[in-house]
Every structure is written in C-alpha cells, then in structure tokens.
C-alpha cells in the first residue's frame, strides 16, 4: 500500500497510544447511534406516540434504507477529497457538528400522534443518519490507511470495540433509564435525546482531535499517512468493483445477516423486557449481561484468531450466538434466570462478532490494493456501512412486522394497551428464533468466505490463479505475528503467463 505506513516508512512501526485512544473513542458514537435509536425509537413510536407498528417499522426504515445510497456516494466523495484537512477528517468533524443536534430533535418534536408523529420521526431521522454517514464512512476507512502493519490494525480495532462495547452498554442503559424514569413520558425521552446528543458529540469530537496531522491529511502528525485513493465515479460502479472481489461480497454479506439479527434483538429488546420479564426497567440488566462481558473477552478472541486463524474464531463466535439466542426461546418456561444467562453468552459472542469482521474488512482491503495497485479503502468501507446501515434498519422494520401479525396493540403514554397472548407469543419468537435463522445465514456465508491467501479446493476451482498468487504473498505481509503463514496456493504457476491471467482477471 503506497504511503499508508504506521508511524515509519516501512509501514512496521506502531502507532502512538494517543492515536489508537482517540480513534477508539468514536466508538462513542457509532456504538451509540447504532444502539440507541434501534432500541427506543420503535417502542417510543408505539407504545408512547400511539403509532401503529407497521407505521412505526416504516418510519425506522426508510430514513436508513437511505443510507444504502448515501454512504457509497460519501465514501466515492471522500476518496476523491482535496481537502486541505484531507480526505477523511473534514468529513468528519462535519457529522460531529451536524449528527448530535437532529439526534435531540427526533426525540424533541412536536405534540403529535400516529401517522404525523410517525412522519415527524421518519424525517428527522433520515437528516441525523445522512450526518452519521458523512462522519461514519470516513470514520470506518482509516484503520486501513494508518498502518500497513495487520497486527497494529487488529490493536487500533480493539481499541475502537473496547471502546464500542463501552459506548452500547452506557447508552443502552442508560438511555431507558432516562427515558423511563419519568413515567416514559414524551418529556421524559426529550431528556434522553439531548443527553444522549451529548454523548455523540463528545465522541465525534474526539476521534477527529485525537487522529489529528497525518491520519487522513497526508502531512507530519500524529498518526499515519494515508495512501493516495482512487475512487469510483458512480454508485453503480462501485458495486461493479465490489463485484470483482469476491471475498468481500462474502464477507459484507455475512457482516449484513449478522447485523440483521442484531437489528432485530435490538429493536427487540424493550418489548421483551416490558412483556416477557415483566418489567420495562429490565432493558438495563439485560444490557448489562450482553456487554459486561465484552472487555473480558475482546483480548480472548483475538488471541483465538492469532492463535487458529481469524475465520476460525468467527465460526466460534458465530455458533455461540446461535446456540445463545435460541436458548432466549425457554424464557416463558425458565423464568429470568434463562433469559440473563442467554443474553451473557450472547454477550460474550457479540464481542467476537465486533472485532473478527473488521480484522477480516482490513485484510481484504489490504489484498485488493495489492491485486489491482488502487487504493479502494473508502468505496468498500461506504458499501459495508451501508450494508450494516439497511441490516439494522430491516432489522427493526422486520421485528416490527412480527408485532402487526402478531396482533401487537399501540398506545400513548397514558393509557397502556393490554396485549394479547399472541403479541406476548411473536415478541418471544422475535427475540429469538429470527435472530437465529439469520445467525445461520451468516454461517453459509462465511464458510463460503476465502481469507486472503487461503487454499482449498473450492477455492481453488472458484479463483482465477492470478489472484491465489497475489493474495498468498499478501498473507505473508498481513499474517499476525506467531502464526503460520499460508504457503503459496499456486507454487507452479508460470509467470510467463501472468499478464494475460491479470488481464482476464479484472
């Protein structure tokens, strides 16, 4: 990779702790606003605002639908930047200014009910995940382009999981917390809003201080130089590239399944607290078991992937989440107890399926520059935001399709609706069992998935030779120290021919 070197020319040298602090600390936004609004905004919707749930799923999903078009055109824009702050942190430090006032507004609208409190939301909610695009693709693209090192990669993305898992658990707890302290009242989740807004932007604030000088701008500083970019020029041609790669179609295909189940635990979540433990204050424990866990076995999972291989370690991963949330099915008979218990190992889980995808994104990335000599970082990382974006939002519009068949009655805050013992039924099942067909999914996908410089026999009939070839020397580059290098898949191959397959190749 051209000049993206951590902290040397030779691309081995680690990066300051200041730099990995201040990228993990955006975690405290993309963490947040991927959680917060999947968590309440559906259950504000219906059971505060009186909005129908397929209303209420329509008003969560259409304004991140639109960031399937947005984030590829902010990561194709970002890449052809100029910008005297260069190509990354202009962006954003604009999402930082923009993001934490629109979030407050969504929660601080008007006194309207049903279908015009619906639109409202809708509204508002796409203008705050256009500015969450604009800070996150950018965002998301510079562990790619600080260092060439996969080991000092794998250090700045623990930092920004430990960081993330940090920044679920206090805003998931703490944003019911708030909401519900006051009777769940519509002042009570404007409350919410604005604290929550605060969090975002000190967040936003500080990844974009703390990766201040080299990171993104391509001048002296504190983190590394970012190699020059080429990016496509239409979001159809974006899709045309990512179609040439086909381990990341694998691999953002996973990533989407696996943030469609969470979408839909997350949207979930409230109601099963409210309906099945019987408590909606239970949202805090909960969340509690799911990200207590995290910083104890974040280092866990990536010694695993060290250790056997990091597709290895999301297999693990992937299967603890299943078997976790189909255990969440024996609630109405195991009582609380069951429940907690499964949403610790779903903890535990999550905290691999966080770190793995993103080791798994920046090695692609890695061997896609060396397979083609272009520097696509932005354009894929725009294209795997924007595939997570729809997951959760499909998420959240799937969970709440479960609540309309299931025969799920909306109210106000003041007069709670007494819910039939199908709704009870289709909350349960939305909890768990769709959590974990989706779970599934993204275990096809990733077994169909080839790590940069492996060899098997699928792979092996599927890949042009070219790119075995390519993508094993490049393993030996971005394999983490200590474990073995891949051998050479192709030790035959003749370079005589090796214009002509590059030529056919792309």
Not at 153 to 161: E, I, K, M, S, Y
Not at 199 to 210: I, P, Q
Not at 367 to 389: H, M, N, P, S, Y
């Amino acid at each position: 990779m051209g000049g993206g070197v951590g902290g040397g020319p030779d691309g081995g040298a680690p990066l300051p702790a200041s730099v990995r602090i201040g990228y993990g600390l955006g975690s405290l936004c993309t963490g947040t606003f991927a959680t917060v609004p999947g968590l309440l905004l559906l259950y504000y919707l219906t059971n505060v605002m009186a909005v129908p749930p397929a209303a209420a799923g329509l008003a969560l999903f259409l304004p991140k639908a639109w960031d399937v078009l947005i984030n590829p055109l902010v990561g194709a824009v970002s890449d052809r930047s100029r910008l005297r702050g260069g190509p990354r942190r202009p962006f954003m430090l604009a999402g930082a200014c923009t993001l934490p006032p629109l979030f407050a507004l969504v929660f601080a609208g008007p006194p309207l009910r049903g279908m015009a409190a619906a639109a409202y939301a809708a509204v508002l909610f796409l203008l705050a995940a256009t500015a969450y695009a604009v800070f996150q693709v950018p965002y998301v693209t510079l562990p790619a382009e600080m260092t060439d090192d996969p080991g000092e990669r794998g250090r700045v993305l623990a930092w920004r999981v430990g960081f993330l898992g940090a920044a679920i658990l206090l805003s998931g707890a703490a944003a019911p917390a708030i909401a519900h302290a006051g009777g769940g009242t519509p002042a009570s989740y404007r409350l919410m809003g604005l604290a929550v807004a605060v969090l975002l932007a000190c967040g936003m604030f500080a990844a974009w201080y703390g990766t201040r000088g080299r990171a993104g701008a391509g001048a002296g500083g504190r983190a590394a130089a970012v190699a020059p970019t080429t990016a496509e020029p239409s979001l159809r041609a974006q899709l045309t590239v990512a179609r040439t790669n086909g381990p990341f179609l694998y691999l953002a295909g996973m990533w989407t399944a696996q943030s469609l189940a969470v979408g839909v635990m997350l949207a979930g979540v409230q109601y099963f607290a409210t309906y099945a433990l019987g408590s909606a204050s239970a949202v805090t424990p909960l969340f509690a078991c799911l990200i207590g866990p995290l910083a104890l076995v974040m280092p866990l999972w990536n010694r695993l992937a060290r250790a056997r291989g990091v597709k290895y370690a999301q297999f693990c991963a992937s299967w603890l989440f299943f078997a976790a949330v189909t255990a969440l099915v024996l609630t109405p008979w195991g009582g609380a107890a069951t429940a907690y218990a499964a949403v610790a190992a779903v903890g535990v889980a999550y905290g691999g399926l966080q770190l793995l995808p993103l080791r798994m994104l920046a090695d692609d990335l890695a061997a896609d520059a060396v397979r083609t000599g272009k520097q696509r970082a932005a354009t894929f990382t725009g294209l795997w935001t924007a595939a997570e974006t729809l997951a959760f939002a499909l998420g959240a519009g799937a969970f709440a399709a479960v609540l309309a068949v299931s025969g799920f009655r909306s109210s106000d805050a003041a007069h709670a609706a007494v819910q039939p013992g199908s709704a009870l039924t289709g909350i349960t099942v939305g909890m768990s069992l769709l959590p974990a067909a989706l779970a599934l999914v993204s275990l096809w996908m990733l077994r169909r998935y080839r790590v940069p410089g492996e060899s098997d026999d699928r792979s092996d009939q599927d890949a042009p030779p070219v790119r075995h070839a390519l993508l094993a020397q490049e393993a030996q580059a971005l394999v983490p120290e200590g474990q073995p290098h891949a051998p050479d898949p192709r030790p035959d191959h003749d370079p005589d021919t090796l214009e002509d397959e590059i030529r056919r190749d792309r």
